[in-house]
Structure formats: structure tokens, C-alpha cells
Nanobody, 121 residues
């Protein structure tokens, strides 16, 4: 009912930057909270950053001061600006969101397929 497609991942050198995007599509009435998560090989998935419908943000400790989450509801798009990237940031980054759909009384949750971020020299 809601599809999330991430883009912007790739290979970057340590200290570099990337901007991830997550575009939502479907019969969306409005967008609730959205978030970025990541999962490195052999590790559990962890929260990178989250943003509420009012723009309140929350970051994982490793992301504070380096990553910035933002959203453009008119474009139904979530962003993650990542600066000062480190090799330990290498992971698959997933977009996740909650959406209000027509004729649905509870938010609909959806995950994207993920985009690979590799930080290496």
C-alpha cells in the first residue's frame, strides 16, 4: 500500500559525505514519523535517526553531530545527510515510516529495501 524506495548510497572515502533519499508512494493521506535504520554485516539493525511529523528529531549517539535527518512532506521524501563518514558507518541503510491512509484507523508501517553505504579508502 505504501512503497519506500531509497537512493543515494554508494562508495565514499572516509571523511566524505553522502545524502540518502527515501521516496514514498501510494495512497498516502499524511505522513507520521519516519526514520533511518542501518544494519552492518553480523550486527543487529539499529536506529540512525528519526523525525516526527512536527519535525522533532532523534539520533543514535554515533550519528549526533555528523548526520542530519529531514523530510519534505510535499514530495513525500525523507533525507539523511551524512558527513564525516567513517568505515564503521558501512552498512545497509533502511528507510522506515508510518503513514495515514484513507479509510484506515491506524497508521500503516512500511520499510524500504535498503541502500548500501560503503566507507572505504
Amino acid at each position: 500500500q505504501v512503497q519506500l524506495v531509497e537512493s543515494g548510497g554508494g562508495l565514499v572515502q572516509p571523511g566524505g559525505s553522502l545524502r540518502l533519499s527515501c521516496a514514498a508512494s501510494g495512497s498516502i493521506f499524511s505522513i507520521n514519523a519516519m526514520a533511518w535504520h542501518r544494519q552492518a554485516p553480523g550486527k543487529e539493525r539499529e536506529l540512525v535517526a528519526a523525525i516526527t511529523s512536527r519535525g522533532r528529531t532523534n539520533y543514535g549517539d554515533f550519528a549526533k553531530g555528523r548526520f542530519t535527518i529531514s523530510r519534505d512532506d510535499a514530495k513525500k521524501t525523507l533525507y539523511l545527510q551524512m558527513n564525516s563518514l567513517k568505515p564503521e558507518d558501512t552498512a545497509v541503510y533502511y528507510c522506515q515510516g508510518e503513514f495515514w491512509l484513507p479509510r484506515r484507523e491506524t497508521p500503516f508501517g512500511s520499510w524500504g529495501q535498503g541502500t548500501q553505504v560503503t566507507v572505504s579508502s
